[in-house]
């Protein structure tokens, strides 16, 4: 189930490095009707506020899930799940209805003009890029990773391997040298180790 581990932490990885590399692309093209019909580009982090903090988490996710143990593993699963349900909405969102919403932060920025009603009148039109729809796709994958993770997790080898693990783990050696001992001591009270 090693296999398993390493799709699980590849699918987060993943998710998460397009997640962040999509926060600088730009979403959308805002046309202003301010005469010179000037255009801004609207990128990820100013469409959805949550991509880029949410994207590094997942990250973080991805790194820790290949070292922690079996309780951890639900945990992270968990929480990637959620990373993943909240991008992932925010993101189908823009794809479908497209707010001026999305466009406000960068409108305010270029024109010092605030208010949703305010930014709706400046605004003549708008265009998606792809990188939402691709953004979409990324959280599609770190869901399938999250659900894969809680499905599995329980059947992954241990992360510590054979050469960290204490005595109490070891398997029972009847050779070892304080088993000699203990039998030399029952033949000096006269019992006999083989009976």
Known sequence: MRRARSLSVVGMLLAGAIGVIS????????????????????????????????SLAALALGAALSIVGPVLRYVLGAIALAIAAAVGVATALVLLTLPVSATAATVT???????????????????????????????????????????????WPGSAGRKYRTAADAPA???????????????????????
């Open 23 to 54: 926060s600088t692309q730009t979403w959308i093209d805002v046309t202003l009707a301010d005469g010179a019909q000037q255009t801004l580009a609207v990128p990820g982090s100013d469409a959805v506020p949550v991509l880029t903090p949410l």
């Open 173 to 195: 050696d009847a050779s070892r040298p304080h088993d000699a001992i203990d039998s030399w001591d029952d033949l000096s009270r006269g019992d006999d180790p083989t009976a």
């Open 109 to 155: 920025e270029a024109t010092g003009i605030s208010g949703a009603d305010a930014v709706a009148d400046l605004v003549a039109s708008m265009s998606l890029t792809p990188w939402p729809a691709v953004t979409l796709l990324a959280e599609l994958i770190l869901a399938a990773a999250a659900v894969f993770t809680l499905v599995t997790a329980r059947n």
